[in-house]
């Protein structure tokens, strides 16, 4: 479905790594040098040509981005960010995480990407409780959504919790979310 915006909003059950979109979103660590969870997914479905760009980034600060080629993948780009570390929720955790998001997409606008998938960034490893984080994925996206011309946004999840809290949002949310 489109939203007033001409942008469709997707969430989908599915492997981030096999989406065939301009651009797809690694839920990095500041090294920026691999990792584990969908990083390490992104990573091996790459190839290790993806990982020599990488050490030439100097790797990236909590909240920010930067972006590769997508080499093996399906995908053209590859928009690493870094989610912040739950550490309770009052340490700027809320901020930076919007921080991922709007840093993404202006990265990802920069590139003339049209379609970008997001994973559910923080929500592994990084403890992020996830009802909050997907208020603030959906929200962050939707409002800076007016300023760009993106064609599709999808949010991925990789498990059923996930999805459900997806499409709670897309309950409560202005605009609707094909889930
Ligand atoms: P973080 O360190 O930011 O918490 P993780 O990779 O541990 O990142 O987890 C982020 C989210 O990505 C989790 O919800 C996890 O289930 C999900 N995830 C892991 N592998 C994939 C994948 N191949 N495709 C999409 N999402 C994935």
Redesign the pocket.
Known sequence: MKNSLNTIIDVKLT???QLPVDAIVN?A?KSLLGG????G?IHAAAGKQLLRECRALDGCETGEAKITSGYLLPARYVIHTV?PVWRGGNHGEAELLASCYRNSLALAAEYAVKSIAF????????G?PAGQAVRIAVDTVLAALPQYQFEQVIF?C??ET?LELYRQRHCQSARPINA
């Open positions: 492997d981030i790594t839920a660590n584990g969870g969908v990083d997914a989610g994973p559910a960034i923080s929500c592994g490893v990084y992020y991925v990789f498990n996930l």
